[in-house]
């Protein structure tokens, strides 16, 4: 720690916990715990059981479990592809170009998201491209929420990089292809595998955007979750909330290593 004293160093931790513990403990302890009960009587849940966990990894939950799965990667992957792809091009662009395509990618952020799940069921419920009704609007959607995200990470990782790999590798005659898949690219695998778990986990727990576009057969878990504790169900719901909290956590290790990994090449 940058605190010194024992002074300072005990008012840190204290601070650390008056603000954490409310803010950020509690909460997801409430939903543990109401995952773990069968009804709520005073302040506390009573009726230990798991039996909405059984209920949470088998059936419709396990089906919308994978659904937030298949449709997290593939727009991660896609962001990842395309937020890499403007990064590199704005680096390359001067001035007035550079701003305006760092703004067109960042310009989802300045909207809700049910703004642009909105734009995305508008532009693409009528020919030539028809993707109302399928699958694939959702994962458009998820796309163009989580890109700005993988934009902005890897810029800023560009603007870090030393240019001196670049110019050693380009004057002793390397082709700008091979510049930039073996010398640029290794180089950023480890912002690229932050920005992959980041847009990973924000389309894992998107919501409002999906609510307007989602079919009856690809609803994701945020989705289920939400039905759950609108009908009532508060505990089913939350055993729920903590599967996904799980596999998003669990995801984010594994792309944590890879990142470590990528570090120490």
Not at 57 to 84: D, I, K, N, P, Y
Not at 88 to 115: K, M
Not at 122 to 142: D, E, K, M, Q, Y
Request: charged share 10%.
């Amino acid at each position: 720690m940058l605190v010194h004293s024992r002074t300072g160093r005990w008012a840190s931790w204290l601070a650390f916990a008056v603000l954490f513990v409310p803010l950020f403990a509690v909460p997801l302890l409430v939903i543990v715990a109401a995952s773990l009960s069968t009804h709520w009587s005073g302040a506390f849940p009573s009726g230990p059981t798991t039996e909405h966990y059984a209920a949470a990894v088998r059936g419709e939950s396990l089906q919308a479990l994978t659904t937030s799965l298949v449709t997290a990667v593939a727009a991660s992957l896609l962001a990842l592809a395309l937020g890499t792809w403007a990064a590199l091009t704005a680096a390359a662009l001067r001035g007035r170009g550079r701003r305006i395509l760092d703004a067109l990618f960042v310009l989802p952020l300045a909207v809700p998201s049910v703004v642009v799940g909105l734009a995305v069921l508008v532009a693409f419920s009528r020919p030539p491209l028809l993707l109302n009704g399928t699958r694939w609007i959702v994962i458009l959607a998820h796309t163009v929420l989580v890109t700005a995200f993988a934009h902005q990470s890897v810029s800023a990782a560009i603007r870090r990089l030393d240019p001196m790999y670049e110019q050693a590798a380009a004057g002793l005659g390397a082709r700008p292809s091979y510049v930039l898949f073996r010398v640029k690219l290794p180089l950023l695998l480890p912002s690229l595998s932050a920005a992959a778990g980041l847009c990973f986990a924000l389309s894992m727990g998107e919501l409002s955007a999906t609510m307007m576009l989602y079919p009856p057969d690809w609803m994701p878990l945020p989705v289920l979750v939400f039905t759950a504790t609108d009908r009532g169900s508060l505990f089913t719901g939350s055993a729920l909330a903590v599967v996904l909290m799980a596999t998003t956590l669990l995801v984010l290790l594994a792309v944590s290593r890879i990142r470590t990994r990528a570090s120490y090449r």
